[in-house]
């Protein structure tokens, strides 16, 4: 299904700090997931100057292949993002390879998962990057002042938004990567 993925990211030190204010705003507890993301990239496109993503992710007993466009140069991240369930993920991953696709990060990922209103808030561990807040915007007509609403109730500085991608975070931990 073509969507659009409407987020902001921050990094976070104190996580029951956020547990807090999400429990203070009566956000609903949705799970717990632990998420390993597997990025690709294209035998012919550089997706790193393209600042498009390739990943399969696994996540308790479900894969998701997620093809992200690039993002518009806006406040929260904006762009396309394509997702299909897939029934096999090591069947997926071998497809790839195949087709010429190379994995370039493996990322993993303990979320804890809310909702409030119209955002999905999740508190995310990632390993070797850190603790972060992420908010997903899943309603009908996005507006950055309902935005700005729940990232004031929550305690977050607008300004410390991060436009990077996890993947961009952890490339940026790698000295000898080359695009």
């Known amino acids: 299904m073509c969507s659009y993925e409407i987020e902001a990211k921050y990094a976070i030190?104190?996580?029951d700090r956020y547990r807090k204010q999400l429990k203070d705003l009566k956000a609903s507890y949705i799970r717990t997931v632990?998420?390993?993301?597997?990025?690709?990239?294209?035998p012919c496109r550089n997706f790193h100057e393209t600042d498009e993503a390739l990943r399969v992710r696994i996540e308790d007993h479900r894969c998701l292949l997620t093809y992200k466009g690039a993002r518009?140069?806006?406040?929260?991240?904006?762009?396309?993002?394509?997702?299909?369930?897939?029934?096999?993920?090591?069947?997926?991953?071998?497809?790839?390879k195949a087709l010429g696709f190379r994995v370039i990060a493996?990322?993993?990922?303990r979320r804890e998962m809310y909702v409030v209103g119209n955002w999905e808030i999740s508190l995310d561990y990632v390993r070797?990057?850190?603790?972060?807040?992420?908010?997903?915007?899943?309603?009908?007509?996005?507006?950055r002042s309902s935005l700005r609403e729940i990232i004031k109730?929550?305690?977050i500085e607008e300004e410390k938004y991060i436009h990077?991608?996890?993947l961009e975070l952890y490339l940026k931990t790698l000295k000898d990567y080359h695009s």
Do not use: A, C
């Open 128 to 143: 070797n990057l850190g603790y972060f807040i992420e908010l997903e915007f899943k309603g009908k007509k996005f507006s």
């Open 72 to 96: 518009e140069k806006t406040f929260p991240k904006k762009r396309i993002e394509l997702n299909v369930k897939v029934g096999e993920p090591q069947g997926i991953i071998e497809i790839l």
């Open 13 to 15: 030190q104190d996580i």
């Open 34 to 42: 632990k998420e390993k993301d597997i990025y690709f990239q294209h």
């Open 106 to 109: 493996t990322l993993e990922k």
């Open 153 to 155: 109730k929550l305690g």
């Open 164 to 166: 990077e991608s996890y």
